[in-house]
């Protein structure tokens, strides 16, 4: 972050202020009071007006029967004080219920448990106990909401938090129960899933599925997706083992999207206008680390797909050491659903506080630039290794805060471009396939960090997304299938389908393919506090902006997608510069954020004529540059930027001034 965005930002903080009617602020801290209470008087100076606070369930209800509000008015009179709004999290999910409540569902049978029979107490997500204390506690508390917070300080609920299912948790028999309930509604009866999975079993309640655990899931000294170890196979033909394992993914999936929803149909029922936002921790992996996605049975489409109470998406995507290449990819992918997105849990996974607030503002940007509206930073202060206060001087973190609400501000309305889409074949773990897997993420990563070096701009397609709807992909002029997974005959056929009505359909082999080349491998980094080891991204080098151009040459000729506007970097060639195009209206924006460190002077290039009146905003300071006609294209010349430019024009540039 230079020094003028500072200085920038510390004026944007006296004009922010409170949001207009109708327009809410989606930007501020993880804030853990009252249960740590570090710098709250200073938070205000970070320009934020947005506090995500905790509605922690063991402390409003330490014992049955008794609703203790303290930790809720303290927090709603601290907010009213600061001129702030809340975002409340409910910490009500069964991971979350107090002591009483797990008792309570260990005595009628009702908690999680191991394959081997084992328990850790928590409550199991069709718990009939756990869903009517539940019920009791959330009318509870929306009724405390709706005496004392008329005025709506808080806007936002985030109905439960830290949603994920380990596989210690699926090996009960209410669970096997429901599998074979979900099994019969997939495949009809018994001779549709025999069928399917190539088995012989005489009725649904025979069915089993292997269940895969991942017990070097924490080590950072290994590489590539960890190896799983099973239970519960039953032998049949590896493919129809492959399939059943992929239906048992998918299975603990759905029952994580469909617990969210529950709770967010309890919060509308009790206030239809309060917005409920969802709070999917360990979508981070879902485009990289597919090993934790599968153990966290968390799938963001499936989420997105499955909630219809849910009002916004809400998404946990840290960087890992500056990169941001799952925040991006998961962005990509949730942004068709239409509707408002937030990056939950920002700070870098990798290295904490330590990443330093130039490279969270670059992140910020980036989140932005994909189509976040909201952001929430992790945290003020009471998570070790990721305390912006007081780790960060108070200027730089306010200058991140308002150049990034800024961004939101000049960018709210308009609709972000995909050039095409990138089909994610994320996979689940297989019981027959060598190491446990019969693909991998690397091969994707490449393509993206192609797609990005290249200037454009993808929606990332699932192949679940495929199965659900084989259509989907009609919308998109071209679209690149990577290798790393094995697709389903649906998909396959939506793929072929796709292709044989005429459009751009690229599948390369796996053979010296230039996403494999980008990524070429999957090394874990050490990670800050106890978060997990995350993939590192490719060693920066010249191999590297080789390899980078190959595959954005290939993909250019192959999809004859030059686009309107391309992007030129001077003097730092190890640095990506991702570029995304806006619209509404007779309006438009070019995002311009570098991935990896402070780009060069840069030049855009439009083929054809450049948009009309011009203006930027150059890591905060506003820029007016000139467009220079050489032949076809026509040129824009902008200056280096640490942590971004956006570029508008038509109507919306009279916003800068």
């Not at 920038?8 to 740590?36: D, K, N, S």
């Not at 937030?342 to 630039?369: H, I, K, N, Y």
């Not at 084989?470 to 998109?476: E, G, N």
Request: proline share 8%; charged share 20%.
């Amino acid at each position: 972050m230079t020094r003028h965005a500072v200085v920038l930002g510390a004026m944007l903080a006296l004009c922010i202020g409170l949001p207009a009617q109708g327009e809410i602020t989606r930007v501020g801290f993880i804030w853990h009071y009252p249960f740590v209470d570090v710098g709250t008087p200073r938070m205000p100076e970070a320009g934020a007006g947005l506090i995500i606070a905790r509605a922690h369930w063991p402390a409003l209800e330490p014992v049955e029967g008794r609703f203790d509000p303290a930790s809720l008015r303290g927090q709603l009179a601290i907010a009213r004080a600061q001129g702030a709004h809340i975002a409340l999290i409910l910490e009500c999910n069964p991971y979350c219920a107090p002591a009483w409540v797990r008792k309570a569902c260990a005595a009628a049978g009702e908690s999680v448990q191991a394959p081997d029979g084992s328990s850790d107490g928590v409550p199991a997500f069709d718990s009939p106990v756990y869903q009517r204390l539940v019920e009791a506690h959330l009318g509870r508390l929306m009724a405390f909401l709706a005496a004392e917070d008329a005025q709506r300080t808080i806007t936002h609920a985030f109905p439960g938090i830290e949603w994920w299912l380990p596989p210690s948790w699926r090996g009960g028999p209410r669970e096997l129960a429901r599998f074979q309930g979900w099994l019969g509604a997939r495949y009809g009866s018994v001779e549709g899933l025999n069928r399917a999975w190539g088995a012989s079993f005489r009725s649904l309640g025979e069915a089993r599925a292997p269940e895969a655990d991942f017990p070097a899931l924490w080590d950072a000294a290994r590489t590539g997706l960890a190896e799983p170890s099973w239970t519960g196979r039953i032998g049949m033909p590896p493919a129809g083992e492959e399939r059943a394992a992929a239906d048992w993914r998918l299975f603990w999936c759905e029952t994580v999207a469909r617990a969210i929803d529950r709770l967010a149909e309890i919060v509308k029922g009790r206030d239809a206008l309060r917005r409920t936002v969802s709070y999917m921790t360990h979508v981070w992996g879902y485009a990289a680390e597919w090993d934790y996605s599968q153990w966290a049975g968390m799938a963001p489409d499936v989420v997105a797909r499955l909630t219809p109470h849910i009002d916004e998406i809400g998404l946990q995507l840290p960087m890992a050491g500056g990169d941001t290449v799952r925040a991006d990819a998961v962005i990509d992918l949730v942004r068709k659903y239409k509707k408002t997105v937030w990056a939950l849990d920002m700070m870098d996974f990798r290295l904490g506080t330590l990443c330093g607030p130039e490279s969270l503002s670059r992140g910020s940007l980036a989140a932005v630039q994909q189509g976040a509206v909201g952001l929430a930073y992790c945290c003020w202060n009471g998570a070790k290794d990721f305390n912006i206060h007081p780790d960060w001087p108070l200027e730089q973190t306010r200058a991140l805060v308002t150049q990034s609400r800024r961004w939101i501000d000049l960018l709210r309305g308009m609709e972000r471009v995909a050039d095409g889409a990138l089909i994610l074949p994320h996979v689940a773990a297989s019981p027959s396939a060598p190491g446990g897997w019969s693909g991998g993420p690397a091969a994707f990563m490449g393509w993206y960090r192609i797609i990005q070096a290249a200037g454009l701009s993808v929606d990332v397609v699932t192949a679940d997304e495929l199965a659900a709807d084989p259509r989907l992909l009609k919308r998109y002029p071209w679209v690149l299938m990577p290798p790393g997974g094995a697709l389903t005959a649906t998909v396959r056929g939506a793929l072929d389908a796709y292709a044989s009505g005429g459009g751009k359909l690229l599948r390369p082999a796996s053979a010296g393919d230039p996403g494999m080349a980008v990524q070429a491998s999957l090394h874990r980094m050490r990670s800050a506090s106890d978060t997990p080891p995350m993939v590192s991204g490719p060693v920066p080098g010249p191999a590297l902006t080789v390899a980078l151009a190959r595959g954005g040459a290939r993909l250019r000729d192959w999809a004859a997608a030059q686009g309107r506007v391309r992007v030129r970097i001077a003097g730092r060639p190890d640095v990506v510069v991702a570029l995304t195009r806006h619209v509404r209206g007779k309006s438009a924006a070019v995002c311009l954020v570098p991935r990896g460190g402070p780009s060069g002077p840069v030049a855009l290039e439009w083929i054809g004529r450049a948009p009309g009146a011009l203006r930027a905003l150059v890591d905060g300071v506003v820029v007016v540059p000139k467009a220079v006609r050489r032949g076809a294209i026509e040129r824009v010349a902008l200056p280096a930027f640490g942590d971004g430019c956006l570029l508008l024009s038509g109507p919306g540039a009279g916003a800068l001034k």
